[in-house]
């Protein structure tokens, strides 16, 4: 029995999915009282394991059948009868409750080894224990696995910090990774919503590991990757300056394998005015200096004008409204940046919002750019230009 569900991501994706697999080699007899056990507790036809590019961790993933708590013991499959019990390694399953699907990620895996998996689950403490093993099935260690439903490289540049954070992200389902690059735009129009908001600024999470090496770029900002300094499944570029009339060169290595991705030219402001009371234009964003404060009435209306590098057809421009006292109270607003200008009733806004207010404007591009050479694997660009002022009520 196959250890990899099939599905339609083959045929999506174009290539025969190369994701590492296990093959049951069933339960022994110790294990289990009954020849043909009868699983009410293990899916055994959903426990995954991946290992990573560099193949000293790997990702087990189990399902069951019911909530249930789980233990599990691997070790080197080559190992003799007189080495298991000192080479067994266990790893308690990542919960407090009862839960039914559960991620373990192991380290510290010898690379040429295949290893047996033994893996308990139960109920409730003290009832039935089930008892199921596998073996890692055999791979090319040279050979990149990539993720079941395919897997995608974010790349988010703050182009006034001279910055950028990489991770990747592995989709959890065929449709997540379809759907992915139709939903990069936002909805035009002003929110209160809160959870709404936080979508819109809040990232995927990176999955483990980051797996790609030899990160470096070039033409529109150049720099090598480095490791992240608060996250291990991520790295980072610097950069010295920012050239806006080249294309973004990314090179990297996955596996044995050496990739080229070129992004297209990047957008920025060439200047963003905002008129109350009078006309104020933000100039590039100094984190040495106190932000400029702009005075407005009750009944002011609020209008923005800006110019952008170039002629954008996929940049937004979003606009966060903050309250001073109370970050918990804002309000945000999103424009399609080709218009160059957009209007709002300040009166309208300052009921929503009490008191003096931050407003961060942020230029939004995000691309999803696939690979050449039939990958699995994408890209996200994700880069912000962006101005603070803040909002004086008088």
Request: glycine share 6%.
């Amino acid at each position: 029995m196959n250890f990899l569900r099939k599905s339609s991501v083959t045929a999506l994706f174009g290539l025969a999915i190369l994701y590492l697999g296990l093959f049951f080699v069933g339960c022994t007899k110790k294990d289990s009282p009954k020849k043909n056990q009868v699983f009410t507790i293990i899916d055994t036809k959903k426990i995954y394991f991946s290992r990573t590019y560099e193949r000293d961790t790997g990702i087990l993933t189990l399902e069951f059948l019911q909530s249930a708590k789980c233990k599990v013991e691997y070790w080197p499959a080559n190992a003799t009868p007189t080495d298991i019990t000192s080479l067994t390694v266990t790893s308690k399953c990542a919960f407090e409750a009862p839960q039914k699907k559960v991620t373990e990620r192991l380290s510290n895996l010898n690379t040429r080894d295949s290893y047996i998996f033994k893996i308990s689950a139960w109920l409730q403490d003290g009832g039935p224990v089930e008892v199921y093993s596998a073996k890692e099935g055999s791979v090319d260690p040279y050979q990149p696995t990539t993720e079941p439903y395919g897997e995608i490289f974010v790349n988010r540049l703050d182009i006034p910090l001279k910055t950028a954070q990489i991770h990747r992200y592995a989709f959890t389902s065929p449709e997540e990774g379809i759907t992915f690059s139709k939903n990069l735009k936002r909805e035009t129009g002003c929110t209160k919503d809160t959870d709404k908001i936080i979508s819109y600024f809040k990232t995927s999470e990176p999955s483990p590991t980051i797996k790609l090496s030899k990160l470096s770029t070039r033409g529109l900002a150049s720099a090598n990757g480095a490791n992240h300094p608060f996250n291990v499944d991520m790295q980072q570029l610097t950069f010295e300056t920012l050239q806006f009339g080249d294309k973004w060169e990314i090179t990297y290595e996955l596996g044995n394998t050496s990739y080229r991705l070129l992004a297209p030219q990047l957008n920025y402001f060439e200047n963003f005015v905002v008129t109350g009371l009078r006309s104020q234009e933000l100039g590039p964003v100094n984190l040495q200096a106190p932000s400029t404060a702009i005075a407005l009435n009750s009944n002011s209306s609020l209008g923005f004008s800006w110019k952008l590098s170039k002629v954008g057809s996929n940049e937004q421009v979003l606009m966060l409204f903050e309250a001073q006292k109370d970050k918990s109270h804002q309000v945000l607003c999103v424009f399609d940046a080709k218009e160059g200008k957009g209007q709002l009733d300040f009166s309208g806004l300052s009921k929503d919002i009490a008191g003096n207010i931050n407003l961060s404007i942020y230029l939004e591009q995000r691309l999803f750019i696939p690979v050449e050479g039939g990958s699995s694997h994408s890209w996200l660009i994700q880069a912000y230009d962006w101005r603070h002022t803040v909002l004086n009520k008088i």
